[in-house]
């Protein structure tokens, strides 16, 4: 801890308040106990403070791993049985922290970056999309029938004419508020976070409406049943939080599959996510990544054994942690240290939190996962892009997570064959540069596509630019990963 100390416990605090109802909500979207969002947040600031390889990020659960960690709880549930589907699901995670610190150790953390970056974002949008239509009926204060995507989607017009109108006004409230927030000037949402309000909302109206007990209330000439079970359950004391995991079947077919697909969507995501908080450093450290994943690994394995969620580098919070002014990783630390604190002191406001005003804020997180302009953006940047984006959205709808990448990729590959790309050139495209007095010319003189990004990646860094920088490409097929990497190291030169 530095100089920097006063800064960073302020931002962590601000941190916490938009941490501890994200990361209730993200439990709960997934199937998980309340507790196990809680406890990740607490582990990832405070385990993940200590051994990490970035320099301001924030850890926690993300909503990005919400698909991943309800697919396992469902899967390894036998007969419908979620709290053993959750415990199961604990010791995968503790496999998949194994694995992650064998990533680092061996130092294939790089790899993560010759994941097509259209692939990538396709699966995120597939993610924001699960997440708004499984939010939906929570909102509503209904449960729907159906399990899958499409099914839910069918239903939608069901629900929501037999919505539960009390509940749904609670919820509809903190959504619209979350959505005005979003316009108010940036020093007052950075001071005061969309979800606190949302969240705070919900608990004036939980309280008016005396949620915590059962009873009926009338709206247009019609009873509806409120209570409890549309509420937030904490248990009341910290050695209540801790569930610890099953290992019955943690080396069966089914629970490899769980454990592969939490260690590669968690560290991919973790990974890109602390490259992408180290643009946004104003000092610009670079983060050492395959210390940073076994760091991860190791909070993982904790997460796993006392009962959380896994956690990875979180965007969103690492964002709003630089833009409220921490300077070094202790805010991170701060911020798990202000959550345990609240939930050991104050667990009784915990459960007056409405399930629906969590769901307001999931469905918000989620339409920013899957964000129009997202589209937009794929659209402009390459019809290919955006096929391969769309596809592995909409076979993650209809399949899974793992299907969607995987077709995802394979697309990509025959893509380039077709392209022409020469099997040599996948992953060593030909690059040179030539200086003279005044500027620099790069040269590429073969196809190059995102498995090239290492090789390119490392050219450029041994590189030293002139003020002016050109590009030659000779006609050749260059992939946008590789354009927006060269345009990365050229920024403010022409290109």
Same mark, same amino acid.
């Given at each position: 801890?530095?100089?920097?100390?006063?800064?960073?416990?302020?931002?962590?605090?601000?941190?916490?308040?938009?941490?501890?109802?994200?990361?209730?909500?993200?439990?709960?979207?997934?199937?998980?106990?309340? #507790?196990? /969002?809680?406890?990740?947040?607490?582990?990832?600031?405070?385990?993940? @403070?200590?051994?990490?390889? @970035?320099?301001?990020?924030?850890?926690?659960?993300?909503?990005?791993?919400?698909? +991943?960690?309800?697919?396992?709880?469902?899967?390894? #549930?036998?007969? /419908?049985?979620?709290?053993?589907?959750?415990?199961?699901?604990?010791?995968?995670?503790?496999?998949?922290?194994?694995?992650?610190?064998?990533? /680092?150790?061996?130092?294939?953390?790089?790899?993560?970056?010759?994941?097509?970056?259209?692939?990538?974002?396709?699966m995120l949008a597939a993610i924001g999309v699960i997440i708004m239509v499984k939010q939906t009926p929570?909102?509503?204060? +209904?449960?729907?029938? #159906?399990?899958s995507i499409p099914g839910i989607i069918a239903e939608l017009p069901s629900l929501i004419s037999h919505?539960?109108?009390?509940?749904? !006004?609670?919820?509809?409230?903190?959504?619209?508020?979350?959505?005005?927030?979003?316009?108010?000037?940036?020093? $007052?949402?950075?001071?005061?976070?969309?979800?606190? +309000?949302?969240?705070?909302?919900?608990?004036?109206?939980?309280?008016?409406?005396? =949620?915590?007990?059962?009873?009926?209330?009338?709206?247009?000439?019609?009873?509806?049943?409120?209570?409890?079970?549309?509420?937030?359950?904490?248990?009341?004391?910290?050695?209540?939080?801790?569930?610890?995991?099953?290992?019955?079947?943690?080396?069966?077919?089914?629970?490899?599959?769980? %454990?592969?697909? $939490?260690?590669?969507?968690?560290?991919?995501?973790?990974?890109?996510?602390?490259?992408?908080?180290?643009?946004?450093?104003?000092?610009?450290?670079?983060?050492?990544?395959?210390?940073?994943?076994?760091?991860?690994? %190791?909070?993982?394995?904790?997460?796993?054994? !006392?009962?959380?969620?896994?956690?990875?580098?979180? $965007?969103?919070?690492?964002?709003?942690?630089?833009?409220?002014?921490?300077?070094?990783?202790?805010?991170?630390?701060?911020?798990?240290?202000?959550?345990?604190?609240?939930?050991?002191?104050?667990?009784?406001?915990?459960?007056?939190?409405?399930?629906?005003?969590?769901?307001?804020? =999931?469905?918000?997180?989620?339409?920013?996962?899957?964000?129009?302009?997202?589209?937009?953006?794929?659209?402009?940047?390459?019809?290919?892009?955006?096929?391969?984006?769309?596809?592995?959205?909409?076979?993650?709808?209809?399949?899974?997570?793992? %299907?969607?990448?995987?077709?995802?990729?394979?697309?990509?590959? +025959?893509? @380039?064959?077709?392209k022409g790309v020469k099997l040599k050139e996948l992953f060593a495209p030909e690059i040179h540069v030539?200086?003279?007095?005044?500027?620099?010319?790069?040269?590429?003189?073969?196809?190059?596509?995102?498995?090239?990004?290492?090789?390119?990646?490392?050219?450029?860094?041994?590189?030293?630019?002139?003020?002016?920088?050109?590009?030659?490409?000779?006609?050749?097929?260059?992939?946008? @990963? %590789?354009?927006?990497?060269?345009?990365?190291?050229?920024?403010?030169?022409?290109?």
């Open positions: 801890m530095d100089k920097h100390w006063k800064e960073d416990i302020i931002s962590g605090f601000i941190i916490f308040l938009i941490a501890l109802p994200l990361s209730i909500g993200i439990a709960l979207a997934a199937g998980a106990p309340a #507790s196990a /969002g809680i406890l990740s947040a607490i582990l990832g600031g405070i385990i993940g @403070t200590f051994i990490t390889g @970035t320099h301001i990020a924030i850890n926690g659960p993300a909503a990005g791993l919400i698909v +991943v960690i309800s697919g396992s709880i469902i899967s390894l #549930s036998d007969g /419908g049985d979620l709290m053993l589907g959750f415990k199961r699901t604990l010791a995968a995670t503790i496999v998949a922290g194994v694995l992650q610190i064998l990533v /680092g150790a061996f130092r294939l953390g790089k790899l993560t970056f010759l994941a097509p970056s259209s692939v990538v974002h396709g929570v909102l509503l204060g +209904v449960k729907a029938t #159906s399990g919505n539960d109108v009390p509940i749904f !006004l609670i919820g509809g409230i903190c959504f619209l508020l979350l959505v005005a927030w979003r316009f108010l000037p940036k020093k $007052i949402v950075n001071i005061i976070p969309g979800p606190l +309000v949302a969240v705070a909302t919900g608990l004036i109206f939980s309280y008016g409406m005396d =949620l915590e007990h059962e009873h009926f209330v009338q709206y247009f000439n019609h009873d509806y049943s409120v209570g409890p079970n549309f509420l937030v359950h904490v248990p009341a004391s910290i050695k209540q939080l801790f569930i610890f995991p099953s290992f019955d079947i943690v080396f069966s077919g089914r629970s490899f599959a769980n %454990i592969m697909t $939490i260690f590669l969507v968690g560290s991919l995501e973790s990974l890109l996510s602390a490259y992408a908080v180290d643009k946004l450093d104003p000092y610009k450290r670079k983060s050492n990544l395959d210390f940073d994943i076994i760091g991860k690994g %190791i909070t993982n394995i904790s997460c796993g054994m !006392l009962g959380a969620y896994p956690i990875i580098t979180e $965007i969103v919070r690492s964002s709003a942690n630089i833009s409220n002014g921490a300077k070094t990783k202790w805010a991170n630390f701060f911020h798990g240290i202000f959550i345990f604190v609240f939930v050991a002191l104050f667990p009784t406001i915990l459960n007056h939190i409405p399930l629906t005003a969590l769901a307001a804020v =999931l469905i918000l997180v989620g339409y920013n996962l899957a964000h129009p302009k997202e589209f937009v953006h794929m659209w402009h940047t390459g019809k290919d892009r955006f096929f391969f984006f769309t596809l592995t959205m909409v076979v993650t709808l209809v399949e899974d997570l793992l %299907i969607g990448i995987a077709v995802g990729f394979i697309a990509k590959l +025959v893509f @380039t064959a077709f030539v200086h003279d007095d005044q500027k620099s010319t790069i040269h590429l003189n073969s196809n190059a596509i995102s498995l090239g990004y290492l090789k390119v990646k490392k050219f450029l860094e041994s590189e030293e630019f002139k003020d002016e920088v050109e590009v030659n490409k000779n006609e050749y097929f260059i992939d946008y @990963t %590789i354009s927006e990497l060269i345009k990365d190291y050229t920024k403010g030169n022409k290109n």
